[in-house]
């Protein structure tokens, strides 16, 4: 009913829900939640293909981090963030990649990108690369 009451800066908005509303939404997320999809689609497929090939240890963290939640490759992810298919082509700078993955505001202003403050340096480098090798 109200988003930022439970994160500060979340970028959902309010969408004006009664409680009844908000009850009936619950319900039927949960009713979703529940289908029987016989294990469609198998995870670990959707997570490599999701990922490309050969990404390594940055293609392990994509996953682990579950960035798949709100991006894009090659079809396969969530559509909160932009598709990252070919962000190796738009942002082919490491350094860029990694301020923008401890700390997303600092190079783009006003982003709705979660931070990423527990990477560690060797993580944030990983990322990095396997980022810009997306073309
Ligand atoms: C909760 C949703 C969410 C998650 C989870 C998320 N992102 Fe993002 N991401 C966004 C949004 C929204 C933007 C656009 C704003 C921006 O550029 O900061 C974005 C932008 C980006 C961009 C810049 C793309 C461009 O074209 O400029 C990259 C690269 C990126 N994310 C990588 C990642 C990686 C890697 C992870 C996992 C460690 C991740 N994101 C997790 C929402 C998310």
Redesign the pocket.
Known sequence: MDPRVIKADA?MPKLGLSEEEADNLIAFLDWTSKVDTNDWPPKPVLAVAAAGKGGGEGQM??QK???A???QVRGLG?T???D?TN?GT??PDIDW?IR??KD?SS??SG????A?PNLTDDELKA?GEY?ITLK
């Not at 982003?111 to 979660?114: Q, V």
């Open positions: 970028a963290l994509y981090y579950d960035c939640a709100c991006h969530g909160a963030g932009p990252l962000v738009r942002r990649h923008h993955l997303p190079v783009v982003s709705a990108m979660p990423f990322l980022l």
